[in-house]
């Protein structure tokens, strides 16, 4: 059983949906999460950071962290074409220099 | 967050040759990291890279396939020898902000190995 495990995808929505992306774990130890967007050909970018439990909102990204399922969520909302990318979910014991354990990635395709 | 970049951004080698990869950061960072992605994969750390130290490698993952050079704060360089078609993926470096929390990547380097 891999630590990490991300739906592959490929998702593909119509313009303005809501999306939902998701990553479950294994290991409990796990502090930090975090989302990142990756579009073809280039390196993955931060989208998100959050620290253990609870929800953080940024514009139209939400992420949310449930501890006790192991269980961690992107919503995108309003999403637009310029969303379509791979997200990645990654996630570390606790900060410092533990290194970081990625979900493979969903690919999302928002379709005008 | 700091700006990384890489050279070359792609390249296409022969069989049993070696490639050297450069990425420089515009800022002081303690740790660099090295990341590989291959095709449909996600990322898979290769080794973490201290200035003035040697890298510490991941399970899988060698020196003699994989050198690292940290000689300052602001670059590093990997270099990987004796290609074969397997190592054909993208090779990323990143870096830990400050606080050791969030993590940051570079646009990374295309290898195809023929």
């Known amino acids: 059983q891999k630590e990490v495990e991300q739906d592959p995808g490929p998702l593909s929505v119509p313009e303005g949906a809501i999306v939902s992306l998701n990553c479950t774990y294994s290991n409990s130890a796990f502090q930090y999460f975090m989302w990142y967007r990756q579009y073809s050909r280039k390196g993955p970018e931060l989208l998100m950071y959050t620290y253990s439990s609870g929800n953080k909102e940024d514009g139209r990204f939400t992420a949310q962290v449930d501890k006790s399922s192991k269980y961690i969520s992107l919503f995108i909302r309003d999403s637009q074409p310029s969303d379509s990318a791979t997200y990645l979910c990654?996630?570390?014991?606790?900060?410092?220099?533990?290194?970081?354990?990625f979900g493979a990635g969903t690919r999302l395709a928002v379709h005008p | 967050s700091a700006v990384i970049s890489q050279k070359p951004s792609r390249d296409i080698c022969q069989r049993g040759t070696s490639l050297t990869i450069q990425c420089q950061v515009d800022s002081q960072v303690t740790m660099m990291f090295w990341y590989r992605q291959q095709p449909g994969q996600s990322l898979t750390l290769i080794a973490t890279?201290?200035?003035?130290?040697?890298?510490?490698?991941e399970s899988g993952f060698v020196i003699d396939k994989f050198p690292i050079s940290r000689p300052n704060l602001t670059f590093s360089t990997l270099t990987v020898s004796n290609m074969s078609p397997e190592d054909s993926s993208i090779y990323l470096c990143?870096?830990?902000?400050?606080?050791?929390?969030?993590?940051?990547f570079g646009p990374g380097t295309r290898l195809t190995v023929l």
């Open positions: 990654a996630m570390s014991l606790s900060g410092g220099y533990n290194k970081l354990i």
């Open positions: 990143s870096l830990r902000d400050r606080a050791g929390n969030e993590q940051f």
């Open positions: 890279a201290n200035q003035g130290s040697e890298a510490t490698y």
